[in-house]
Protein backbone atom coordinates (compact mmCIF):
# COMPACT_ATOMS: atom_id res chain seq x y z
CA UNK A 1 0.00 0.00 0.00
CA UNK A 2 1.29 3.83 -0.61
CA UNK A 3 1.92 5.35 1.93
CA UNK A 4 3.48 8.33 3.97
CA UNK A 5 4.20 8.23 7.67
CA UNK A 6 5.43 11.56 9.74
CA UNK A 7 6.10 10.52 13.37
CA UNK A 8 6.55 13.38 14.93
CA UNK A 9 3.37 15.83 15.70
CA UNK A 10 5.06 18.77 17.29
CA UNK A 11 8.47 19.37 17.34
CA UNK A 12 10.39 22.61 19.23
CA UNK A 13 13.73 24.46 17.56
CA UNK A 14 15.97 27.21 18.49
CA UNK A 15 16.31 29.82 16.16
CA UNK A 16 19.26 29.63 13.96
CA UNK A 17 19.20 26.06 14.87
CA UNK A 18 19.09 23.50 12.27
CA UNK A 19 15.78 21.04 12.30
CA UNK A 20 15.13 17.65 10.97
CA UNK A 21 11.63 16.56 10.27
CA UNK A 22 10.90 12.58 9.86
CA UNK A 23 8.79 11.33 7.20
CA UNK A 24 9.20 7.65 5.62
CA UNK A 25 6.84 6.42 2.70
CA UNK A 26 5.43 2.70 1.49
CA UNK A 27 5.21 2.44 -1.81
CA UNK A 28 6.46 -1.06 -4.48
CA UNK A 29 6.76 1.55 -7.37
CA UNK A 30 10.56 1.81 -8.73
CA UNK A 31 9.51 5.61 -10.03
CA UNK A 32 7.78 8.25 -7.48
CA UNK A 33 8.57 11.43 -6.28
CA UNK A 34 8.83 12.78 -2.76
CA UNK A 35 7.30 16.37 -1.57
CA UNK A 36 7.95 18.93 0.94
CA UNK A 37 5.23 21.48 1.52
CA UNK A 38 4.67 24.24 4.46
CA UNK A 39 1.52 25.07 5.81
CA UNK A 40 1.74 28.31 7.85
CA UNK A 41 -1.03 29.74 10.23
CA UNK A 42 -2.86 31.11 7.18
CA UNK A 43 -3.32 28.01 5.46
CA UNK A 44 -1.71 27.94 2.46
CA UNK A 45 0.12 25.23 1.13
CA UNK A 46 3.22 26.42 0.16
CA UNK A 47 5.86 24.05 -2.19
CA UNK A 48 9.43 23.75 -0.42
CA UNK A 49 11.32 21.00 -2.40
CA UNK A 50 10.81 17.69 -4.38
CA UNK A 51 13.05 14.34 -4.63
CA UNK A 52 12.74 12.06 -7.36
CA UNK A 53 13.38 8.38 -6.53
CA UNK A 54 16.22 7.94 -9.49
CA UNK A 55 17.78 11.21 -8.40
CA UNK A 56 21.15 10.58 -7.09
CA UNK A 57 22.47 13.79 -5.08
CA UNK A 58 20.15 15.25 -2.29
CA UNK A 59 17.29 17.98 -3.42
CA UNK A 60 18.63 21.39 -1.93
CA UNK A 61 16.41 24.56 -2.09
CA UNK A 62 17.92 27.60 -0.18
CA UNK A 63 17.95 26.50 3.56
CA UNK A 64 15.80 23.27 2.81
CA UNK A 65 17.57 20.20 1.92
CA UNK A 66 16.09 16.63 1.64
CA UNK A 67 18.35 13.60 3.15
CA UNK A 68 17.09 10.78 1.03
CA UNK A 69 17.76 7.17 2.18
CA UNK A 70 16.13 5.30 -0.85
CA UNK A 71 17.15 1.80 0.99
CA UNK A 72 15.62 3.11 4.37
CA UNK A 73 12.51 4.31 2.31
CA UNK A 74 12.85 7.77 4.28
CA UNK A 75 12.95 11.33 3.02
CA UNK A 76 13.66 13.67 5.83
CA UNK A 77 13.68 17.66 5.64
CA UNK A 78 16.09 19.17 7.00
CA UNK A 79 15.51 22.91 7.91
CA UNK A 80 19.12 24.69 8.51
CA UNK A 81 18.87 28.32 10.81
CA UNK A 82 15.69 28.23 11.75
CA UNK A 83 13.47 31.21 11.63
CA UNK A 84 10.48 32.34 13.13
CA UNK A 85 8.90 32.70 9.67
CA UNK A 86 9.68 28.48 9.63
CA UNK A 87 7.04 28.05 12.40
CA UNK A 88 4.20 26.08 10.65
CA UNK A 89 3.13 22.37 9.92
CA UNK A 90 4.88 20.89 7.42
CA UNK A 91 3.92 17.92 4.84
CA UNK A 92 5.20 15.32 3.27
CA UNK A 93 3.58 13.78 0.15
CA UNK A 94 4.85 11.38 -2.75
CA UNK A 95 3.04 11.40 -5.92
CA UNK A 96 2.15 7.71 -6.30
CA UNK A 97 0.72 5.87 -9.04
CA UNK A 98 -2.87 5.25 -8.39
CA UNK A 99 -5.62 4.38 -10.14
CA UNK A 100 -4.25 5.15 -14.01
CA UNK A 101 -3.02 8.50 -12.75
CA UNK A 102 -0.79 10.04 -10.43
CA UNK A 103 -1.66 11.18 -6.67
CA UNK A 104 -0.27 12.93 -3.75
CA UNK A 105 -0.24 11.11 -1.09
CA UNK A 106 0.31 13.58 2.21
CA UNK A 107 1.56 12.45 6.00
CA UNK A 108 -0.20 13.40 8.79
CA UNK A 109 2.13 16.76 9.24
CA UNK A 110 4.07 17.85 12.17
CA UNK A 111 4.06 21.05 13.40
CA UNK A 112 7.29 22.99 13.92
CA UNK A 113 7.47 26.25 16.71
CA UNK A 114 11.23 28.01 16.36
CA UNK A 115 11.42 29.50 19.81
CA UNK A 116 13.42 33.18 19.82
CA UNK B 1 1.56 33.79 -4.23
CA UNK B 2 1.43 30.30 -6.22
CA UNK B 3 -0.73 31.84 -9.35
CA UNK B 4 -3.88 29.29 -7.88
CA UNK B 5 -6.68 31.50 -7.29
CA UNK B 6 -9.84 30.16 -5.28
CA UNK B 7 -13.23 31.91 -4.39
CA UNK B 8 -14.53 32.25 -1.87
CA UNK B 9 -12.04 32.62 0.47
CA UNK B 10 -14.94 31.41 3.52
CA UNK B 11 -17.97 30.21 3.36
CA UNK B 12 -20.61 29.93 6.08
CA UNK B 13 -23.72 27.80 5.02
CA UNK B 14 -26.38 25.45 6.89
CA UNK B 15 -26.80 21.56 6.76
CA UNK B 16 -28.48 20.20 3.68
CA UNK B 17 -27.31 23.39 1.41
CA UNK B 18 -25.37 23.45 -1.52
CA UNK B 19 -22.45 25.10 -2.34
CA UNK B 20 -20.04 25.52 -5.61
CA UNK B 21 -16.28 26.59 -4.57
CA UNK B 22 -14.51 27.61 -7.55
CA UNK B 23 -10.61 27.37 -8.70
CA UNK B 24 -8.54 29.38 -11.28
CA UNK B 25 -5.45 27.65 -12.45
CA UNK B 26 -1.83 28.90 -13.25
CA UNK B 27 -2.02 30.29 -16.28
CA UNK B 28 -0.99 27.01 -18.87
CA UNK B 29 -1.72 24.50 -16.35
CA UNK B 30 -4.02 21.87 -17.62
CA UNK B 31 -4.24 19.81 -14.46
CA UNK B 32 -6.42 20.61 -11.42
CA UNK B 33 -6.76 19.05 -8.09
CA UNK B 34 -9.02 19.08 -5.27
CA UNK B 35 -8.49 18.43 -1.69
CA UNK B 36 -10.01 18.57 1.64
CA UNK B 37 -8.44 19.21 4.74
CA UNK B 38 -10.22 18.07 8.00
CA UNK B 39 -9.22 17.46 11.65
CA UNK B 40 -9.90 14.22 11.71
CA UNK B 41 -9.15 13.00 8.22
CA UNK B 42 -6.01 15.16 7.35
CA UNK B 43 -5.22 16.08 3.68
CA UNK B 44 -7.13 13.89 1.29
CA UNK B 45 -7.38 13.63 -2.43
CA UNK B 46 -10.77 14.25 -3.84
CA UNK B 47 -10.71 14.54 -7.72
CA UNK B 48 -8.19 15.34 -10.80
CA UNK B 49 -9.14 17.22 -14.22
CA UNK B 50 -7.17 17.40 -16.65
CA UNK B 51 -8.23 19.78 -19.85
CA UNK B 52 -11.83 19.48 -19.33
CA UNK B 53 -11.95 15.52 -18.21
CA UNK B 54 -11.82 13.84 -15.06
CA UNK B 55 -8.91 11.95 -15.18
CA UNK B 56 -8.24 10.80 -10.85
CA UNK B 57 -10.80 10.40 -8.28
CA UNK B 58 -9.76 9.64 -4.84
CA UNK B 59 -12.20 9.76 -1.66
CA UNK B 60 -14.78 12.43 -2.97
CA UNK B 61 -18.41 11.60 -1.66
CA UNK B 62 -21.11 11.30 -4.24
CA UNK B 63 -22.85 13.94 -2.80
CA UNK B 64 -19.56 15.88 -4.07
CA UNK B 65 -19.15 16.66 -7.72
CA UNK B 66 -16.96 18.55 -9.97
CA UNK B 67 -16.39 20.03 -13.66
CA UNK B 68 -13.37 21.42 -15.54
CA UNK B 69 -14.85 24.58 -17.83
CA UNK B 70 -13.21 25.05 -21.18
CA UNK B 71 -10.71 27.79 -20.23
CA UNK B 72 -9.64 25.67 -17.38
CA UNK B 73 -11.36 26.89 -14.17
CA UNK B 74 -12.82 24.04 -12.45
CA UNK B 75 -15.82 24.25 -9.58
CA UNK B 76 -16.21 21.72 -6.68
CA UNK B 77 -19.68 21.55 -6.00
CA UNK B 78 -20.89 20.29 -2.48
CA UNK B 79 -24.65 19.16 -1.73
CA UNK B 80 -26.96 18.00 1.19
CA UNK B 81 -24.00 19.19 3.34
CA UNK B 82 -23.17 17.99 6.69
CA UNK B 83 -21.82 19.62 9.72
CA UNK B 84 -19.17 17.00 8.92
CA UNK B 85 -18.15 18.48 6.07
CA UNK B 86 -16.89 21.32 7.33
CA UNK B 87 -13.18 21.90 6.47
CA UNK B 88 -10.21 23.25 4.62
CA UNK B 89 -10.83 22.61 0.42
CA UNK B 90 -8.01 23.11 -1.78
CA UNK B 91 -7.31 23.34 -5.26
CA UNK B 92 -4.05 22.70 -6.62
CA UNK B 93 -3.08 23.05 -10.64
CA UNK B 94 0.18 21.51 -12.32
CA UNK B 95 1.34 21.39 -15.69
CA UNK B 96 3.28 19.00 -17.61
CA UNK B 97 7.09 17.83 -17.16
CA UNK B 98 9.35 15.70 -19.30
CA UNK B 99 10.91 14.85 -16.44
CA UNK B 100 7.68 13.37 -15.65
CA UNK B 101 6.88 14.63 -11.86
CA UNK B 102 3.95 17.20 -11.99
CA UNK B 103 4.86 19.72 -9.07
CA UNK B 104 1.34 21.49 -7.54
CA UNK B 105 0.85 24.55 -6.70
CA UNK B 106 -1.83 25.28 -4.09
CA UNK B 107 -4.62 27.83 -4.23
CA UNK B 108 -5.34 29.52 -0.84
CA UNK B 109 -8.24 27.27 -0.19
CA UNK B 110 -11.76 27.82 1.12
CA UNK B 111 -12.71 27.46 4.17
CA UNK B 112 -16.07 26.16 4.32
CA UNK B 113 -18.33 25.82 7.64
CA UNK B 114 -21.36 24.30 7.83
CA UNK B 115 -23.64 25.10 10.79
Known amino acids: AQKITQTQPGMFVQEKEAVTLDCTYD???????LFWYKQPSSGEMIFLIY??????QNATEGRYSLNFQKARKSANLVISASQLGDSAMYFC?????????????FGSGTRLLVRP | DSGVTQTPKHLITATGQRVTLRCSPR?????VYWYQQSLDQGLQFLIQ???????AKGNILERFSAQQFPDLHSELNLSSLELGDSALYFC??????????????FGPGTRLTVL
Open chain 1, 93 to 105: AMRAWMDSSYKLI
Open chain 1, 51 to 56: QGSYDE
Open chain 2, 27 to 31: SGDLS
Open chain 1, 27 to 33: TSDQSYG
Open chain 2, 92 to 105: ASSAWKASGYNEQF
Open chain 2, 49 to 55: YYNGEER
